[in-house]
């Protein structure tokens, strides 16, 4: 559980307390009911990471876009992954190394599902650079999440799989990876952070890189 949804359900659950002392059980109900959804909306369930090279998902959800695009003058793969509010919202490292770059930007709070949110609504982009290849991943807020939450600073070490952030209440999260990678992932593919592996080097010898936002 995310400690900012003990929080939240508490406060819910005092406000459900005090509407039911003074107005009956029937006034209490919907805030009770409020704090029960955000336990489950800050769940924060242990994930089986898998052995290999593998890029594993950054974000529970649907896989809403998978194309090669060019990003800083070059082509490299776009995995986007759509989270509805009932999916859970942390999020995980795709690969192990170091964050060489972070840049925070507010925006607008477009559908996240939709193309336009990519570029459009408020978002974190993240640098991790690994042992032979760097990746980028991007927190972006949808029409319901207003905040963004990164656990990590630039110059630290994340293992694959591991927490580094959240997005509150319903959000979208783009991965750029090298074309050398090749997706193991299909368009409209449910997949879950930590333990569903999206991509593989397709040459595991080689040392492509990505360059920062």
């Known amino acids: 559980m995310v400690r900012d949804g003990l929080w939240y359900a508490a406060a819910l659950a005092f406000l459900g307390a005090f509407a039911a002392f003074w107005g009956g059980i029937g006034w209490g109900a919907p805030a009770w009911g409020l704090a ?5 909306f800050f769940r924060d369930p242990e994930r089986v990471i898998p052995v290999g090279e593998g890029v594993v998902s950054p974000a529970d959800g649907r896989v809403v876009d998978l194309r090669q695009v060019e990003r800083d003058g070059r082509s490299v793969w776009k995995i986007s992954i759509f989270l509805s509010i009932f999916d859970v919202h942390v999020n995980r490292a795709p690969i192990s190394g170091v964050i060489r770059d972070q840049f925070y930007r507010p925006g607008r709070f477009r559908v996240a599902s939709q193309p336009e949110a990519s570029v459009e609504n408020e978002q974190n982009t993240v640098t991790i650079e690994g042992e032979r290849n760097t990746v980028v991943l991007k927190q972006i807020a949808g029409a319901i999440a207003r905040r963004i939450v990164f656990d990590k600073k630039v110059g630290d070490r994340v293992a694959r799989g591991e927490r580094v952030g959240l997005i509150k209440f319903g959000s979208r999260v783009d991965l750029f990876l090298p074309v050398e ?33």
């Open 181 to 213: 990678y090749s997706p193991r992932i299909a368009l409209g593919e449910r997949v879950k952070a930590g333990s569903s592996v999206v991509a593989q080097p397709a040459n595991p010898t080689a040392e492509p890189m990505l360059q920062s936002r």
């Open 36 to 40: 029960a959804f955000v336990l489950y």
